[in-house]
């Protein structure tokens, strides 16, 4: 297993364009979610997927932003005219999870891409 | 509601002594509770988790947390620095059914040989 894979690693934009993002997760997580680093801060949620389902969207997340995984695989996070206050690493995260509480191995853990970092000018 | 508090932007070690990086934690149901490190330019790696099986959690690199429920903390020790340790590390906090995380606002590592 590769890991959770993001591309691009970079992205210099001009204010006002869009831009995709896209996050291939661990083959078998069912969950897959964004988060969103500045500087000096921790990563702050912004939506998760269960398979093709998005599930939960923070407040941060304005109307400018989209997420979609179609078919429960790879995602894409898209933000429409981006502004300076965009500029920040995304950061894609995935996780096998089941119900139960977990005692030991791998389960209801995320496992972080490498981020994409932002630079809108 | 679940959040972590980090005490200590920044803290310096040196080489060879003891690692203390404090995370408390409030959450209104059982926690999950993790550490990660960061890189710079890099994602995140996980270090330890915390999932109620035991209080004394031993994770990678010689790291271990003891999850104290009355102190409602995390912290996170390492016996003996050494200079690749070097790096961000945040406290997280989930639900236990495992949704999105709440972090910490990160500690940054320093240490000095």
């Known amino acids: 297993d590769t890991g959770v894979s993001q591309d691009p690693r970079h992205k210099i934009t001009k204010r006002g364009q869009n831009v995709t993002f896209r996050c291939?997760?661990?083959?078998?997580?069912n969950r897959l979610y964004w988060y969103r680093q500045t500087l000096g801060q921790g990563p702050e949620f912004l939506t998760y997927f269960q398979n093709e389902a998005q599930l939960e969207k923070s407040r941060l997340l304005s109307d400018r932003f989209s997420a979609e995984r179609p078919k429960g695989s790879f995602s894409t996070l898209e933000i429409q005219r981006t502004e300076q206050g965009d500029s920040a690493m995304y950061l894609c995260a995935s996780s096998k999870q089941d119900r139960h509480r977990d005692s030991g191995g791998t389960r209801n853990e995320q496992y972080f891409g490498p981020g994409t970092r932002l630079t809108v000018t | 509601a679940q959040s972590v508090t980090q005490l200590g932007s920044h803290v310096s070690v040196s080489e060879g002594a003891l690692v203390l990086l404090r995370c408390n934690y409030s959450s209104s149901v059982p926690p999950y509770l993790f550490w990660y490190v960061q890189y710079p330019n890099q994602g995140l790696q996980l270090l330890?988790?915390?999932?109620s099986a035991a209080t004394l959690v031993k994770g990678i690199n010689g790291f271990e947390a003891e999850f104290k429920k009355s102190e409602t903390s995390f912290h996170l020790t390492k016996p003996s620095a050494h200079m690749s340790d070097a790096a961000e590390y945040f406290c997280a906090v989930s639900a236990n059914t495992g949704n999105q995380f709440y972090f910490g606002t990160g500690t940054s590592l320093t240490v000095i040989p």
């Open chain 2, 48 to 51: 330890l988790k915390y999932t």
């Open chain 1, 24 to 29: 291939d997760p661990i083959s078998e997580h």
